[in-house]
């Protein structure tokens, strides 16, 4: 029976059955021209069987779900899912009364890829497909990507972008076909994810001291940057735990009140009391009443106040007053 109704006998029954306040709602969306056919179409509907209202309700809902797995994955990913869910013959019905009905932009995969990762595959193509690719990208994407092409090429893709008119229906289904194809491909390959400035972090904190200091300073030498981010992550606030409370005592002594209390706002309950501990009673209590009426703080502040205390521990450790424990090193000096 649903079968063999048009499409706008079905819209008219959904927007029936959804009453009045939803339909109006969707009549918003609508060109006049379509709200006029539609108004025609349900004042010409007689009684509504609940048996055909519940199947045009359920054929609206798998749409509405397949086209939910486009929007996440593309077509390919909605066709697998709705497959692997309903059987092949079902999800094709489904597709093709979307893709019949709803028109989806060219390049759909490529919105749902992650910048860095379409940089790798188009930049080093002509500047006119590189263009053309990003005028259906999202403006933010298309704005990274173009920002870390080389200058003489941002230039070149610039003006063809800006210059760009209509492309033929075959040339954009070729460029789209081979990009998705090339993705796919990528994506299909099991790849593990391995290494990163976190395991080398791990792994440097594992490392005797003498090991540390001399991958650090060669790579202060060819990245600075790199070199500085590492040591940022080598020995973390929360780390201040696994110092001895001698140590403890020296790196209060040598951090700014203020300081103190700005980078304990958010410590564990663990990371404040071994601090606690190791001050006076009245100093403990000052540090206290001085963090309670702080009041709001931002989160910046906060890192960035902790990360002034971790540099103060660095530099007692560099300077040999303190010893902070790592893998590969004695624990007690004779």
Do not use: C, W
Request: charged letters at 30%; proline letters at 3%; aromatic letters at 4%.
């Amino acid at each position: 029976m649903v079968s063999k109704l048009s499409g706008k006998e079905k819209a008219a029954i959904l927007l029936v059955s959804l009453g009045p306040d939803v339909s109006a709602q969707v009549y918003k969306h609508l060109r006049e021209e379509d709200i006029e056919e539609l108004t025609l179409q349900i004042a010409s509907l007689k009684k509504i069987e609940p048996e055909v209202r519940d199947a045009v309700l359920a054929e609206f809902n798998e749409m509405l779900t397949a086209q939910e797995y486009i929007n996440q994955g593309g077509i390919e990913y909605a066709k697998e899912i709705l497959e692997q869910a309903l059987g092949k013959e079902k999800a094709e019905a489904i597709l093709n009364r979307l893709t019949a009905t709803l028109q989806v932009r060219p390049f759909d995969f490529a919105r749902k890829t992650e910048p860095g990762q379409l940089l790798n595959f188009i930049q080093h193509e002509h500047p006119q497909t590189i263009a053309l690719i990003l005028a259906y990208l999202q403006p933010e994407q298309a704005s990274l990507i173009l920002s870390a092409l080389p200058p003489e090429r941002q230039v070149d893709v610039a003006k063809r972008l800006a210059t760009l008119d209509r492309t033929t229906p075959e040339v954009l289904e070729e460029i789209e076909t081979t990009l998705e194809q090339r993705l796919a491909a990528f994506a299909s390959n099991d790849y593990t994810h391995a290494g990163g400035i976190d395991a080398a972090v791990d792994i440097l904190n594992s490392v005797d001291r003498t090991t540390e200091k001399t991958i650090i300073d060669a790579l202060e030498q060819e990245d600075p940057v790199l070199a500085e981010e590492i040591r940022k992550r080598m020995f973390v606030f929360e780390d201040i735990i696994t110092l001895d409370d001698r140590s403890i005592q020296l790196v209060i002594r040598e951090i700014d009140s203020k300081d103190l209390a700005l980078a304990l706002k958010t410590a564990s309950g663990e990371v404040s009391e071994r601090i606690y501990k190791n001050m006076s009673k009245r100093a403990a209590d000052m540090l206290k009443e001085d963090i309670e009426f702080m009041g709001p703080v931002r989160l910046r502040d906060i890192e960035e106040a902790q990360q002034r205390v971790v540099a103060v521990i660095r530099r007692l450790e560099e300077a040999g007053e303190i010893i902070i424990s790592r893998g590969g090193e004695d624990e007690f000096v004779v």
